[in-house]
DNA sequence: AATTAATGTAAAGCCTACTTTACATTGGAG
DNA sequence: CTCCAATGTAAAGTAGGCTTTACATTAATT
């Protein structure tokens, strides 16, 4: 599953730990996501459409798709 | 997390069976999800979208939301 | 040169997502 | 009534998501 998360993160100006903060979870979180280390949870990913305000996807890709 | 998993299943005549066979998971995930047990992770999100040809949001609610 | 902010990563631990196997209940078809 | 499909649920196991603590690297500032 590919993100958007690092460039979204700095057309806003928010640093790893800014995004956590908002979200409410650990900079280490952002950091795995952002470097796909691992995808977020359904809620995660919901609070993080919100922060951006954009649908969840358009910012994450899942490529593991049936063409 | 709400979900209408249940509803579009019953308009597409599917049963927990069909659906999990189409989306590759178990019956007794299906059936964990439509009864709240758990969320779908992100990728299965993803696949369960396509099935129904529907976005993430007007799938899944994230009653959890700051208002 | 020393400090600090931002980032990358690792380990241990906890809880969640998903599997397989298995059993119980219900409702409809014959 | 009997049978079977569909559903609900449980237990045990594996993998994934997230936490805290901790340390290393890099770039910018003083």
Redesign the interface.
Known sequence: ?KNKLKALRAQHHWSQQDLATILGVSRQTINAIENGRY?????L???I??AFSL???KI?D?E??AT
């Open positions: 599953m995808d977020p949870s359904l809620p990913a919901f609070q459409s919100r649908p969840i996807e994450f899942d593991n798709h």
